[in-house]
């Protein structure tokens, strides 16, 4: 089974451009979610997705969205890049909503899987 | 103050030793465990997932989660040169309507040969 699949691995733009990254996530899991990492602040939470309907959004600023598409594939788009806003983007899949089970259910239905990320570089 | 907090090393042990990684977090709605280790340039992967105080093993791997201290910890038995990388501890409320992950800020570990 595939994993789950971000591209571009790298990007390199200038302040005041914007981006799009795109995740394909693990076959079958309808959520994904976004994550910032960068050496100061390091792992924090952009947005997640589930059914094509935003379910949760971080401490971002408007600049940052996201959209996911029928086949629960998911783009993220920075627009009027900032130097700040180098950083390793993740994006993580999982099976399901978060349901609040008890149990070892939980497991298979909510643990997040990453990709390999797309490194921005804002010059 | 953040709401999860873990020493960021560098540490680094000899071959064959147990390293212990450790968490504090200060909201007790924090109710899900989990240990990602990420080697670099890649995605963090999940190690150990745990939801009850007490101890869960995983061959080598031991999590720990003792909520009434508010603090996890990762044990690794046998290091091995493999084991070289950035762990992460994260958490997650049960409340439905938060389901985002809180990740620490990960602590690199180097195992020496």
């Known amino acids: 089974k595939a994993g789950v699949t971000q591209t571009p691995r790298y990007l390199i733009k200038t302040r005041g451009q914007q981006v799009t990254l795109s995740c394909s996530p693990i076959s079958g899991h309808r959520s994904v979610s976004w994550y910032q990492q960068t050496p100061g602040q390091g792992l924090q939470f952009l947005f997640e997705?589930?059914?094509?309907?935003?379910?949760n959004k971080g401490n971002f600023p408007g600049r940052f969205s996201g959209r996911q598409f029928s086949n629960s594939r998911s783009e993220m788009n920075v627009s009027t890049l900032e130097l700040g806003d180098s950083a390793l983007y993740l994006c993580?899949?999982?099976?399901?909503?978060?349901?609040?089970?008890?149990?070892?259910?939980?497991?298979?239905?909510?643990?997040?899987?990453f990709g390999a990320g797309t490194r921005l570089s804002v010059l | 103050q953040k709401e999860v907090e873990q020493d960021p090393g560098p540490l680094s042990v000899p071959e064959g030793a147990i390293v212990s990684l450790n968490c504090t977090y200060s909201?007790?709605?924090?109710?899900?465990f989990m240990w990602y280790r990420q080697y670099s340039r890649k995605g963090p992967e999940l190690l150990m997932y745990?939801?009850?105080?007490g101890n869960k093993e995983d061959g080598r791997f031991t999590a720990q989660v003792d909520k009434s201290s508010k603090y996890i910890s990762l044990f690794i038995r046998d290091s091995q040169p493999s084991d070289s990388a950035t762990y992460l501890c994260a958490m997650r409320y049960r409340d439905t309507g938060r389901r985002a992950l809180t990740f620490g800020s990960g602590t690199r570990l180097q195992v020496q040969p």
């Open positions: 997705y589930f059914s094509e309907t935003q379910r």
């Open positions: 909201n007790s709605a924090f109710q899900y």
């Open positions: 745990t939801y009850s105080s």
């Open positions: 993580a899949s999982s099976s399901g909503p978060w349901l609040g089970l008890a149990g070892e259910e939980i497991r298979a239905k909510n643990i997040q899987y």
